[in-house]
């Protein structure tokens, strides 16, 4: 028997207060770390009461991975569907704009970058995890490209290993220090006109044969 109205509105409260606690311990973590972040700090960034966090969250690590699972759902469900959107479209074509939609990805979530370089430099089973669950299937996917732009003859700049990593930091540095970025370039990183001139620019330092001899003249 379907739900009442009234029966309906806590547990859309509680989801949206769930959905708050994930966001703001995402940024949080993605700014101190694990171990700098706090229930209390995150529960005033999301604008509860910190009392309100056990109902939901039992544990820290708990709070972390639901926000892990958030970012990375994002980033796989946006890819998912640009990659099934591009079905029957030739590799180079379709790598390229993959490429594209990446660093857009990157501007728009500047926190997948922050929070993979704080989980990434202390090691332990919280790692361990991520990369089990949410890295390695990525990594995966990406040398299974590499692979097969090899096999239609196009030579990689570098080794599949060091490109995955060149590739990230080049992509997602310019939103990880966006102030600095600002401050010495004099530009915004995160203005339309720059995020679409760094997703070109990585694509032609990367991979110059993905541009088009039409696209290299204009």
Partial sequence: MPKSTSERRPQRRSQETRDRLVDAALREFAERGFDGASTRTIAARAEIAQSAVPYHFNTKEALWRAAADRIFGSFKEQFAGRSSGLAGVDLRTRTRLMLLDYVRFAAAHPELHS???????????????????????????LRTVFAQLEASSMALPVRPDHLFYMLIGAVATPYALAAEFELTMGEDPFSKSMVEAHAEAVVRLFFPELVSSEEDSA
């Fill in 115 to 141: 929070f993979m370089l704080q989980a990434g430099t202390g090691g332990g089973d919280r790692l361990e995890w991520l990369i089990e669950t949410h890295v390695q299937p990525s990594v995966d996917q």
